[in-house]
């Protein structure tokens, strides 16, 4: 009797997302919608799953294919609640999907954050503070919202997000209490996005600030904020870059910020280019004016004011006053010192620009309130006009006394011309008894 060997059971092989899956777990870290349908529609998955001895998803299944009627298709809903039955199962297959930019990621996380799930709503968060994917614009008033939510379910990250967002509010007790019992449970291993990275980076930056100030009785400590600082700067973060440079530009180890700031050009930080040129100029380097045209481009509102200067005075550049004037209104709508003075010295000359005594006055009044480096060139340039207005009026004085009668459109144009106004060129008209009509 001839015995016939038994055959080897053929294992059923499935794939999804590009790689072959002999685990439910590996399924879910690469699961696709449109590679799971067919395999339900055909059977292929209730065959895998017994297989694999996942008898719980095999007996929902196959309770679900028998009550099926119509076409038997299987909809984007019915797949997702059947293989993600919890919140959290449904933000983890969000987030991969999210990973390879795919435009549903973002309705799945709403559906899990309406479910109150803090992970969801931080990596909302994520999505409208840092605007990496999905085509979404910055929304910072709604990344703050949902952080703050994350935060009060106590989501690690989103205490740090949201107390970096508090930080930059000038709410530093606050943000102080979010990060600092928080940020010491990360590192960089914890990062499993690109914007887990960046939240951890911020935090760090912001809690440097907070100990670099001594803010709200929380004790001064420039090493720890240094360190606090690197880190940052380690992580990826451009202004931590800058601000170490700054730190040991004011040491006076200027190789070593040189290094920082450079590396901070290098992640095009606009502050950066600001710096460089400062530093530039005081180590007697060229292409200064090169930095503050850069900084001034990519929105550093210092840059815009040194740019302005430096195309107003012509130094290093062709003098453009008409451009200066452009990047001195844009400064000064940024509220950057120095800008209404510079604007106040347009008016009050004329230069690219019809000229306006009494708006330059007013200008230089706000520099002079605010009592900065521009103080003294503010109350100067003042004294100037007001010199200046008293020589216009006796040489517009002068003139009058020729004159027994006159127009009054007569007296308005010579008063125009030495810049006197009309009521103050009518009372001298009487003082020296000049009838106008």
Not at 249 to 278: N, V
Not at 346 to 355: P, T
Request: hydrophobic share 35%; charged share 30%.
């Amino acid at each position: 009797m001839k015995l016939i060997p038994k055959a080897k059971p053929v294992r059923i092989r499935i794939s999804s997302g590009g790689k072959e899956h002999s685990t439910l777990q590996s399924l879910l870290e690469c699961f696709r919608v449109g590679d799971v349908r067919p395999l339900l529609e055909n059977g292929v998955m209730l065959k895998w799953l017994n297989q694999i001895g996942e008898s719980k998803l095999y007996v929902k299944i196959k309770s679900m294919s028998e009550g099926r009627t119509g076409t038997g298709k299987w909809s984007d809903s019915d797949i997702l609640s059947l293989f993600f039955d919890s919140s959290d199962k449904l933000v983890g297959y969000a987030e991969n999907a999210y990973l390879r930019s795919e435009s549903g990621a973002l309705d799945l996380l709403q559906e899990a954050a309406e479910m109150a799930n803090s992970s969801a709503l931080y990596r909302l968060g994520c999505i409208y503070y840092f605007a990496h994917n999905l085509g979404v614009v910055t929304d910072a008033e709604k990344a703050e919202e949902y952080f703050k939510g994350a935060a009060e379910l106590n989501h690690p990250l989103a205490r740090l997000a949201y107390g970096f967002i508090l930080c930059d509010r000038g709410l530093y007790s606050k943000a102080y209490e979010l990060i600092n019992n928080t940020l010491d449970k990360f590192s960089e291993k914890d990062c499993r996005m690109q914007d887990d990275r960046q939240v951890i980076a911020r935090a760090n930056y912001s809690l440097a600030e907070i100990y670099w100030d001594g803010n709200k009785g929380v004790p001064k400590s420039s090493a720890k904020a240094i360190e606090l600082f690197r880190k940052s700067a380690e992580l990826g973060y451009p202004r931590a870059y800058t601000r170490l440079g700054i730190i040991y530009w004011k040491d006076y180890e200027t190789d070593k910020a040189w290094e920082y700031l450079e590396k901070a050009r290098e992640l095009k930080d606009p502050e950066s280019f600001y710096q460089l040129g400062l530093l530039y100029d005081e180590t007697g380097k060229p292409d200064s004016v090169v930095m503050f045209q850069k900084a001034a481009v990519c929105g550093w509102g210092e840059g815009m004011l040194k740019w302005g200067e430096c195309l107003y005075l012509g130094r290093g550049i062709r003098k453009d006053v008409q451009q200066a004037i452009k990047w001195f209104e844009r400064a000064y709508e940024n509220g950057i010192d120095g800008a209404a003075y510079y604007l106040g010295r347009c008016y009050a000359e004329g230069e690219g620009i019809i000229q306006n005594i009494d708006k330059a006055k007013d200008l230089f009044d706000e520099e002079l309130q605010k009592k900065n480096s521009y103080y003294k060139s503010a109350s100067e340039a003042k004294a100037n006009i007001q010199k200046q207005a008293e020589g216009e009026i006796a040489t517009f004085a002068s003139v009058i006394k020729s004159y027994s009668r006159m127009s009054k459109n007569d007296l308005y144009t010579i008063a125009d011309r030495y810049h006197v106004p009309h009521s103050e060129a009518e009372s001298i008209a009487r003082k020296n008894r000049v009838k106008v009509s």
